[in-house]
């Protein structure tokens, strides 16, 4: 132990019995110059995880003399980051009614979990990530004690429940929109704390193999067409749409292009056993195709290899726009969910990808459309040359407009500017 030194972490363990971030001694002789930062963290989701854990590093890295404390809802990313778990996302990220029905009395004691840590460790901020239904709420019990709310991938009200910009207006300190379209639409309706710091995947690192590479790895052909499918990384659409996936991949495969290749990339979160026991346990339409092969945690590798894919709605969609490759929007909820939750949505657009380039670049097939035999019939469009390039010279504009690399940095400098202006006015009050 340091001699007259102050301890800003702590080394027993957090109520879910992880340990929390190694011990931090600060020595006194530091000057009252030394920055401390008390944040709480909050993701729900897969994605929403990657794009906060980003932001920890970008953090530290913009301070780095800086000494932080990091506590919340955490995923392994975060986790990994060094964020302390006061509850745990993984088994919250969930869709649908029923299945968040069922899952209401993990929600709410995480729910009041998050929300007792934060009353009792006052952070100088609250980090909110995406998962708008838990996050608002959070933010509407946090905000009236006088915690302030700091909102990273901003809620999507512009497509859905747009009179919840009332209470973002109320409950939100800072809004950080990652779409380029959304400064403008939340300033339009009275939000004026918001800051456009570009998405977190514009100016990610390139694909860590080449085309021909990712095609020894996995003994494909790189000669011949190669289709990617990605059906998602939440268990019920996982379950829900790869069937379909599949049965259009046999349909191409025995039927119009006997050389294409098809490829099933998971997302961490799903296992190829698990591809395995949906295909053993479900009726694939028909059949399986030729040359089928499953990778896990090669989602970018696997897109920039590919003629074209298959592409559950959502952050997957602007990986493949990213990467250039042609893509074919798909989505299927249950009929409950869908009869309740889809009569809401207020765009023209249900892919992102769509919704950034202000036109169907991409084909949508939703519900009821999301067959083998459309997204069959779209897959082989895009397998034709001509109408393959001029998707992917659509696909680059709609790219461009996601802003340059650096979005983790740029929402780390924001949180920082906001966090040190109300530490000052707390000063000075």
């Known amino acids: 132990m340091i001699p007259n030194a102050e301890a800003l972490g702590h080394s027993h363990s957090s109520p879910t019995g992880l340990k929390r971030p190694a011990l931090v001694i600060i020595p006194r002789m530091v000057s009252e110059s030394f920055e401390c930062f008390r944040l709480m963290v909050v993701a729900g989701e897969e994605s929403g995880d990657a794009h906060a854990a980003a932001l920890v590093r970008a953090l530290q890295e913009r301070a780095p003399g800086a000494g932080f404390e990091f506590f919340g809802s955490t995923g392994k990313a975060l986790r990994e980051a060094g964020v ?98 959304e400064r403008d639409w939340y300033a339009a309706r009275g939000v004026s704390q918001v800051e456009f710091v570009g998405h977190p995947l514009a100016g990610a690192s390139a694909p860590r193999a080449s085309r021909e590479e990712f095609c020894a790895r996995h003994d494909l052909d790189p000669v011949k067409p190669v289709v990617a499918l990605l059906p998602g990384s939440r268990r019920k659409e996982f379950e829900r749409i790869l069937p379909v996936m599949l049965d259009a991949a046999a349909r191409i495969s025995w039927r119009e292009r006997p050389d294409a290749q098809f490829v099933v990339a998971l997302s961490s979160r799903r296992a190829p056993e698990e591809v395995d026991a949906l295909t053993r346990r479900r009726c694939v339409g028909s059949g399986m195709p030729r040359v089928l092969r499953v990778v896990r945690g090669e989602t970018r590798e696997a897109l920039a290899a590919s003629d074209a894919s298959a592409v559950c709605s959502g952050t997957a969609t602007l ?49 009821r459309d999301f067959t083998g035999a459309s997204l069959a019939r779209e897959l082989l469009s895009l397998l034709d040359p001509a109408r393959n390039a001029r998707v992917r010279a659509r696909l680059r504009d709609a790219a461009a407009r996601l802003g340059e690399g650096g979005a983790s940095q740029r929402a780390a400098d924001a949180v920082l500017r906001a966090v040190r202006s109300w530490k000052q006015e707390r000063v000075k009050g």
């Open 84 to 181: 302390e778990s006061v509850v745990r996302e993984d088994d919250l990220a969930i869709t649908g009614l029923v299945e968040i029905a069922r899952a209401l009395p993990r929600f709410w004691a995480a729910y009041r979990a998050l929300k007792r840590a934060a009353l009792k460790r006052r952070p100088d901020a609250v980090l909110l990530v995406d998962w708008p239904d838990f996050n608002l709420a959070l933010a509407r019990a946090l905000h009236p004690r006088g915690l302030k709310i700091i909102y990273y991938v901003s809620p999507q009200l512009w497509a859905w429940r747009s009179h919840r910009v009332r209470q973002v207006r109320r409950d939100v300190d800072l809004l950080l929109t990652i779409l380029p379209f």
């Open 319 to 367: 990986e493949a726009a990213l990467t250039g490759t042609p893509l074919v929007v798909v989505y299927k909820e249950s009929a409950l969910n869908w009869h309740t939750l889809g009569r809401l949505i207020e765009v023209e657009h249900y892919g992102l990808v769509n919704l950034i380039a202000g036109e169907r670049v991409a084909p949508e097939l939703l519900q």
